[in-house]
C-alpha cells in the first residue's frame, strides 16, 4: 500500500513555472514506476509524465515536451514535477500516480493521490 500527498500547486502567470511534489508513504517507493497526469474541467484524466524506477528513465507527453521535468528522490520518498513555461491551458489538477509499469494508461497506475490545483492566468 502507498499512500501519496501531492502539494505545491497554485496560481502562476503565463511563462512561469511552478514544482509539484509528491511525497509517499510505505518503504517500497523505490519499486513504483511514478507518473504525473492532470485533469482540466470537463476533460478526461490526461498522462502528463512518467519516470522509472530508479529515475534512470522518463516519459512525458507531446504537450509538454521540453517544458516540464519529472524526478524522484527515493531517499526522501518523493517524486517531483518542474513545470516551465506554463500556458493557460496547463490548468488542470495534477495528480501522482504510482503503478508497476511505464504506461501513459491512468488504469496501470494502482495508487493516486488527492491531487494539486494549478491555475495559469493570461
Known amino acids: 500500500q502507498v499512500q501519496l500527498v501531492e502539494s505545491g500547486g497554485g496560481l502562476v502567470q503565463a511563462g512561469g513555472s511552478l514544482r509539484l511534489s509528491c511525497a509517499a508513504s510505505?518503504?517500497?517507493?523505490?519499486?513504483?514506476?511514478m507518473g504525473w497526469f492532470r485533469q482540466a474541467p470537463g476533460k478526461e484524466r490526461e498522462f502528463v509524465a512518467a519516470?522509472?524506477?530508479?529515475?534512470?528513465?522518463?516519459y512525458y507527453a507531446d504537450f509538454v515536451k521540453g517544458r516540464f521535468t519529472i524526478s524522484r528522490d527515493n531517499a526522501k520518498n518523493t517524486v517531483y514535477l518542474q513545470m516551465n513555461s506554463l500556458k493557460p491551458e496547463d490548468a488542470a489538477v495534477y495528480y501522482c500516480?504510482?503503478?508497476?509499469?511505464?504506461?501513459?494508461?491512468?488504469?496501470?497506475?494502482?495508487?493516486w493521490g488527492q491531487g494539486t490545483q494549478v491555475t495559469v492566468s493570461s
Open positions: 500516480a504510482a503503478g508497476s509499469r511505464v504506461t501513459s494508461s491512468r488504469r496501470d497506475y494502482d495508487y
Open positions: 510505505g518503504r517500497t517507493f523505490s519499486s513504483y514506476v
Open positions: 519516470i522509472t524506477e530508479t529515475g534512470r528513465n522518463t
